[in-house]
Structures are given as structure tokens and as C-alpha cells.
């Protein structure tokens, strides 16, 4: 075999998602796309908004000479001092071009933090129910992941994380709103790990904190995400324009160091280094200049909360258990059978598709995406009726 033994490995337990992605296609060729109720991907399906195509034809349409350059690896100057103004004021802290470096998504921006932070063996912990890629992340940069679980409503357990952390701890990364929970955690929450962090970085040495929030400006109600920098100085936003601007496939996200963060230059030189050798060299030019003009812009959350509640009201009505999410675009239910992926053999003779919580180290539960159209979910309320029938909850 030609290829790393490691990756033929990961290839053959990666991903749940792709292979729900793949029954999706199979079901979708057999009984026609409209017959099929595919909750399986993130992807979201909310076109950019106007204001993303206006800014985007001006700066395809600039002809100044050097547009489409090198340029320094954490990105155009301009763009990061326009970011600075934009992240500074969701944390509410003064934040300098220097403090941000554009990076190729929210998974460039984990990467290029862990691979500037991590030794080999150093510990990484991640809350379950985790977003899938933090595992490989990890690896890729020598670390081992450390998965501690969240409480019964997906809310940070302060106490777990106090009973993991270690001399060997170099990171935690927190996902807040969540994927696939919807979970938001609160001020109260953030600010006591905050404290926790403290304690333990000056027992074993600096810990940092690593918000990874693509979903930050996607909520619903009333809820807000709290500020992570005024809470823990060691702390890192990894973040994007995937789903508040609908803009996955462009690759573009970026990093905010807290400029508090001990370390702050070298942490920054690292990850700018880190974003070159690991052959990203810069988040795509174009891009930078869009997103930069779009600062106050997203899409309508407006849509995603309908659709929320829709899936809500069908699942209640179906007798399932949830936690309705307070923000992102996922439902994470409690599967009426033990065995997750056996419920969704079920779920899938009713052409719906979902991912078993056990793709997400959380076994017993699934994943439904809500970024589908209306209709979509509507029409699967009988399906997730029938899924149910002769089926219940054991205590
Ligand atoms: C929690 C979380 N983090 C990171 C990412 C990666 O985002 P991006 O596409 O911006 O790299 C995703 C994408 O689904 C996500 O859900």
C-alpha cells in the first residue's frame, strides 16, 4: 500500500459525515433529490448576502497593479486593521493588526495555532460533543487529544475540565455556539473557566484557550456569545466566514490573539511562520479584501431561527428528546435507541438522513442540520413521526 498507514487508518474511521454525505447521493440517484430529507451536511445553503456580490465585482473589477501579489503571510495590513476594529468590538478589547493574521478558514486558523503551540505529547482538550476535525487537527501537530465530556445539557462542565487538566495540557478548544449541539456557553460559564485556566497555568504552565467561533454571529432569541478576551488573557479566536456569510468554499477565516496573551509576539511570529510552511503562505487576496468591507454584514439568522423552530415543533410533536439549540444551525436529539447508528437504519427507510452522534464522541444521540430548505423539513415531520412509532425513551 502505497499511502501512510496512519492515513489509511483515518480514511477508513474518518468521517461519519462523508458517509452520510455518500448514502445521500445513492438515495438522492434512486428516489429523486426531492424525495430525500438530507440533514447530514453543514453546508449552509443561504446565499451570500447582495452586499458580498457588490463588493466582490468592485474588487474583481480593481485593476491597481500587485492585487494579486504575495503579500506578508499573516495577510494585507489593511485587512487585519479593519478585523482588529471588527473582533475587537464583539470582545469588547482593543485589538491591533498585529493581534490578527487571515488564515484559510476556521480550520486554517485551529492549525496554524496548534502547530505553533504544540510539542509532541503536549495535551489538547476538546468537550465532547466535539466537532469531528479537532481529533485529526490535533495529530497533524503532535498532540493527543483529551476529550472530557459536557454536562447533561451540552454546557461546559467546569468541574471535568479541573479533573483533566495536567502538566501535560497545552490547550483547550472550546466550539461556542456549538456544532452539533447549538450550545451557547454563558458569560458566568466562561468566566469561571477563565479562572480554572488561570489556576492551572500557574501550576503546570501557560494553558491557552482556543475559541473556535464560525458561528458566533449566528443565534437566536436573545442569546449572545460572551467576550473570551476579557475573561482569560492566554486566550486564541479561531473563527470564519463559512457561516455568517455563507462563504465556505472561499476559504477564508482568520485568528485574534488576546493582546494580553504572555507571549503575544512570539505567538504571532509562530503562527505566521506556521501559516507559510504549512503551504496555506496566505489566506486568498481577493477574499481578504471582500470579507474586510463586510465587516457589519451577515446573513439573515432570521431564516435559520424559522427553520429552528419548525424542526423544534416537528420533533416535540414526534415525541423526541432535545435541548433547542441557541444558536448555529444543528439539532442534536437523543436517540430513541441506545444504538445511534441502528436508529438511523430506521430513520434512513424514511429517507432522512442524519449523523449518529457517534461521529461526534457522543454515541446515543444524532446530528440533524437545519441549513435545508423549509419545505424540506416540513415535509420529513411524518417520516420522523413513523420513525418513532414502537419506539420510546428508556429511563
Ligand atoms: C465547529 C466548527 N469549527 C470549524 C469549522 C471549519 O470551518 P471553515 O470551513 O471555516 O474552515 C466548522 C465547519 O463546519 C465547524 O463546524
Sequence with gaps: MAIAKKMEEFAQNSSWIRKMFEEGARMKARYGADKVFDFSLGNPDLPPPPQFTTVLRQLAADETPGMHKYMPNGGYPAVREKMADKIGGEQEVKLD???????????GAINVTLKAILDPGD??????P????????????????RVVKTAADFDLDCDAVIAAVNEHTKAIIINSPNNPTGQIYSAAKIHKLGHILEAASAKFGTIYLISDEPYRKIVFDDFTVPSIFKNYKNSIIASSFSKDLSLPGERIGFIAVNPEAEDHDSL??????ANRILGFVNAPAL??????????????C????????????????????FQPPKGAFYIFPQSPL????????????????AVPGQGFGCPGYFRLAFCVEDEVIKASAAGFKRAMEGLSYKE
Design 97 to 107: 493588526f498585529n493581534d490578527i493574521i487571515m488564515t484559510c478558514g476556521a480550520a
Design 123 to 128: 495535551e489538547v482538550i476538546i468537550l465532547s
Design 130 to 145: 466535539f466537532f469531528v476535525e479537532y481529533k485529526f487537527y490535533i495529530d497533524n501537530h503532535g498532540g493527543v487529544s
Design 268 to 273: 504571532l511570529e509562530a503562527m505566521t511562520l
Design 287 to 300: 477574499m481578504q479584501r471582500v470579507v474586510a468591507e463586510l465587516a457589519q454584514t451577515s446573513v439573515d
Design 302 to 321: 432570521g431564516i435559520y431561527q424559522r427553520r429552528r423552530q419548525l424542526f423544534c415543533d416537528i420533533l416535540s410533536e414526534a415525541g423526541y428528546r
Design 338 to 353: 441506545k444504538d445511534d447508528v441502528k436508529f438511523l437504519k430506521i430513520l434512513q427507510k424514511e429517507k432522512i438522513l
